[in-house]
């Protein structure tokens, strides 16, 4: 049975823990304010989950799942996701995280800025394009036609295979944005940002992406 660890028990981290136990997971959820904080969403989610501490999150998942503010990131434990995939929810909103100058001026990415907190994780993009609400309902399985496709992006292969590979399980088609500096195109005000569409829609509105406004 494969445990997930979801750093950030907010809209998109506390769907993500539903659809997981849907489909057989086991999930370690934190967020900043502590378990006990997390009892009824605990009680909610069944036996298949537990509250923790993000560090006890990050230990327990074989797969982690950060799912916190930008400016939280460097609040993200190293050393329990050290080897592991680590899915990365994360858009920049200037508005919450304060303007940061290599975000504005497009010298990096909100992925490239975690993987540069988690040097020994492989940090993978996954469902940051997507309204919270969307994981758990508009799923369908493989094979439906127009089945709604959802981006990701990694330097690691087997991190690509394995965000594959759990969207098709939620019910999504997979289209690659390639690595870590090319996620930009899958962000916010961005043509593929949180936009019904399926494989052949998400690769046209990704290639439209411009890196600045």
């Known amino acids: 049975m494969t445990t997930l660890g979801i750093i950030g028990a907010g809209n998109i981290g506390s769907q993500v823990a539903r ?3 849907a489909h057989g ?4 959820i934190a967020n900043s304010r502590g378990p006990e904080t ?4 605990v009680a909610e989610l069944g036996p298949q989950a537990r509250a923790a501490t993000a560090a006890d999150a990050g230990a327990a998942g074989d797969v982690v799942v950060v799912s916190v503010p ?3 990131l460097s609040q993200i434990p190293v050393a329990p996701l050290a080897g592991k995939i680590v899915l990365d929810t994360n858009n920049y909103y200037f508005e919450r995280d304060g303007h940061i100058e290599a975000l504005d001026t497009g010298q990096t990415t909100t992925s490239q800025l975690l993987q540069e907190h988690l040097p020994t994780s492989k940090v993978v993009k996954a469902f940051n394009q997507i309204r919270s609400g969307d994981i758990t309902t508009d799923g369908t399985p493989a094979g439906t036609q127009n089945r709604r496709a959802l981006a990701t992006s990694s330097d690691f ?3 690509v295979a394995w965000v594959t590979a759990f969207y098709d399980e939620l019910g999504f088609d997979t289209v690659n944005v390639g690595p870590l500096s090319e996620s930009w195109r899958v962000e916010r005000d961005r043509p593929a940002y949180v936009v019904r569409q399926n494989a052949t829609e998400l690769t046209e509105n990704l290639a439209a992406a411009n890196r600045l406004p």
């Open 19 to 21: 659809a997981a136990i």
């Open 38 to 41: 997390l009892s009824d969403l």
């Open 70 to 72: 930008l400016n939280a």
């Open 25 to 28: 997971y086991d999930v370690v």
């Open 157 to 159: 292969d087997d991190a």
